[in-house]
Nanobody
């Protein structure tokens, strides 16, 4: 499975962006799709995830209420709608996918994901 992330750009604080992650092939019914980000000089961190089985979502505390993860089944695409962006939200955003059954508590773990996109850069000016 290849993942293509897009939608990043330069915005001002308070603006919105929608990131997309398109999978190259049909995903499985038990898939897990996640978004992670990495700011310069920092480790990559979990942002949001969607698990098809049970229709579960999970968000990092720092983005909860501002970001929304969703999917378009017909397009094999997962989106990350980011509202009220802050300078701390800046970084390279990576999408990731797992065809395995992942328990809820492991949705935030990088090790739960088998495939990663190339990343898309989000810059937020204050």
């Amino acid at each position: 499975v290849q993942l293509q992330a897009s939608g990043g750009g330069l915005v001002q604080a308070g603006d919105s962006l929608r990131l997309s992650c398109a999978a190259s092939e049909r995903t499985y019914s038990n898939f897990l799709m996640g978004w992670f980000r990495q700011a310069p000089g920092k480790e990559r961190e979990f942002v949001a995830a969607f698990r098809w089985r049970g229709d579960n979502t999970d968000y990092a505390a720092s983005v909860k209420g501002r970001f929304t993860i969703s999917r378009d089944n017909a397009k094999n695409t997962v989106y990350l709608q980011m509202n009220s962006l802050k300078p701390d939200d800046a970084g390279v955003y990576f999408c990731a996918f797992s065809p395995r059954r992942i328990i809820l508590s492991a949705m935030r773990n990088e090790g739960s994901y088998d495939y990663w996109g190339q990343g898309t850069l989000v810059t937020v000016s204050s």
